[in-house]
């Protein structure tokens, strides 16, 4: 994915949610996504929900990606619950070294599927995969899970970068594909067909446009 100007307008915006346990690293993994680097060491424990966005060029579409990063707190479970509406990828975090973690998935896929769109994407994201000598999940039990549960899968490591990118590529792939094959309405993400102002000002314009033409 090649980075854009902010100032570019998107072909299409998509809109993420980072939900899962609290202190699994959901925090970590957005910022290594948007700075592209992991020197922050220390991230603070999100509160109620924070928001960040990126553009990108994506098979010459450009594609902003709007995320909210949700507290995995039991107290915050309703409000993150609201922002699920008009969402179309939910990227679902664990912790390698925490068997609890990786059992309240099944209750944050329920939340997910029950207050999401009926075409939402979800991919589960094993995280601290750097922590090799504490880890407590099976990867290839976890990949089996989660290939049942009809979810994407993959591993990651907030700590040094690896596989973070390609958490979110692959849920951005699923969803584009799912868009070329007319399987979801694409003018659903389309940012100037989603503003009928702006559309029938673009409209009228070129109505009058082509009424002062004497050619």
């Known amino acids: 994915m090649k980075g854009l100007n902010q100032e570019q307008s998107a072909d299409y915006i998509f809109k993420f949610i980072l939900i899962g346990n609290s202190s699994t690293g959901k925090t970590s993994i957005l910022q290594y996504f948007i700075k592209q680097n992991c020197t922050i060491k220390k991230v603070q424990q999100t509160v109620g929900i924070e928001f960040q966005s990126k553009f990108f060029v994506y098979k010459n579409k450009n594609i902003k990606l709007q995320i909210w990063d949700t507290a995995g707190q039991e107290r915050f479970r309703s409000i993150a619950r609201t922002y699920f509406k008009n969402t179309i990828g939910a990227i679902l975090v664990y912790d390698v070294t925490s068997q609890d973690s990786y059992e309240a998935l099944d209750d944050w896929i329920k939340d997910a599927r029950e207050n999401g769109k009926s075409d939402l994407d979800i991919i589960v994201v094993g995280n ?72 029938n000002l673009t409209t009228k314009t070129n109505h009058v446009q082509s009424q002062s033409c004497n050619c």
């Open 128 to 199: 601290k995969i750097d922590l090799t000598d504490q880890r407590v999940v099976d990867k290839d039990y976890a990949e089996r899970d989660m290939r049942n549960k009809d979810v994407l899968y993959v591993e990651t490591s907030a700590m040094t970068g690896e596989n973070v990118d390609k958490c979110f590529q692959s849920l951005i792939d699923q969803i584009y594909n799912k868009i070329e094959k007319g399987q979801i309405e694409k003018d659903e993400f389309n940012p100037q067909l989603k503003n009928p102002l702006k559309q």
